[in-house]
């Protein structure tokens, strides 16, 4: 049964079962094959991980600006760009990937449960990060998150999907500002 995770997966182009990316991505007029993000390696470093995002872009002009660009989002990871990335927090770990990302200069950012074995506060500082990617990059951002009352204050529409079908959309600030209309699209009231 589809999730909430289903649309992003079909959007990276995962849903035939196979290692290969089935679809891709379409943007206004525009469209890109789907590519399969890689682990980081537990062993490379941040700073290794942010130079070789840059290196295989396809369009570097296009990038973000590098890792300087990145850091200006997560100045976290400034002191910690040496230390091997499976020793980074969680927390850190998020910021990286998103930075890796980020440095592919993309139109549409696909997070899925950026909460995901963070704290609150960790996730608490990193969702208004989210919003000043978008604001400032002009990329969509497609944000997969059970933490339906974070994701709302940063986002601009929303949709809840409750098992695979969509229950609810709007503006997120109208569905913030409606605890009832959550509550009866998620208990099916």
Sequence with gaps: M???????????????????????????????????????????????EASSATRSSSDNSASMGGTVTVLGFFPALAKRLDLAAGMLSGGEQQ????????????????????????????????LPIVRQVADETGAAVILVEQHVHLALGIAEHAVVMVHGGIALRGPAKELLAAPSRLEQAYLGG
Excluded: F, Y
Aim: no cysteine; net charge negative; proline share 10%.
């Design 2 to 48: 589809p999730g909430r995770s289903t649309p992003e997966e079909l959007a990276a182009g995962h849903l035939d079962g196979s290692d290969e990316p089935a679809g891709g991505v379409e943007v206004g007029d525009r469209s890109a094959p789907a590519q399969n993000a890689r682990p980081t390696p537990v062993s490379t470093t941040a700073r290794t």
């Design 95 to 126: 910021m990286l990937a998103i930075g890796r990302a980020l440095m592919q200069g993309p139109k549409v950012l696909l997070i899925d449960e950026l909460s995901m074995g963070l704290a609150p506060v960790i996730v608490q500082g990193l």
